[in-house]
């Protein structure tokens, strides 16, 4: 995924539910690491909602999970930079909802992309593709498909 104009990658909450609950041979982790790992080196700033925030913790919380609930905190406290929902994020929410259907939680999401700066975000939600080119959205079920549609041009495929 090719994220070298990007400043921001805000990740939707099923990206980071991918990568802190999906086995390694999930492709989509495949997708998701390389996104890390850049996001480690600096490369870009890589932000999440309040909203991602308790997505995230609802689960753990429950259920008493306590082992989930500090890897959740551990990703978020080391990789991501938390961007609270003010005002200008809750109007730009609503806008969204009323022009494309999404749910609270979705729109929130996106204005706080949209208010951010130049951002990418990742995810997984089919709904978001209804915003077209408000945001510069990478859908991860895509991205698989995308790779897998690629040939290899590693050396193993010049033989």
Not at 76 to 99: F, I, M, N
Not at 112 to 120: E, H, K, W, Y
Request: proline letters at 6%.
């Amino acid at each position: 995924m090719d994220l070298t104009s990007a400043n921001h990658v805000v990740l939707d909450t099923s990206a980071c539910i991918y990568y802190l609950d999906c086995p390694p041979t999930d492709p989509r982790c495949a997708v998701l690491l390389p996104v890390m790992r850049s996001a480690e080196q600096g490369e870009f700033d890589l932000l999440v909602s309040t909203v991602t925030v308790t997505e995230l913790l609802a689960g753990p919380l429950r259920g008493g999970d306590r082992d989930a609930e500090a890897s959740v905190r551990l990703f978020l406290d080391l990789l991501c930079r938390v961007v609270p929902v003010d005002r200008a994020v809750a109007e730009r929410a609503a806008a969204l909802r009323a022009d494309h259907g999404l749910r609270t939680p979705d729109a929130l999401i996106c204005a706080t992309a949209l208010l951010v700066g130049p951002a990418v975000v990742v995810g997984n939600d089919e709904r978001w593709k209804r915003i077209g080119g408000e945001v510069d959205y990478r859908h991860l079920d895509d991205l698989v498909h995308a790779s897998e549609a690629t040939p290899d041009t590693g050396p193993a495929a010049e033989q």
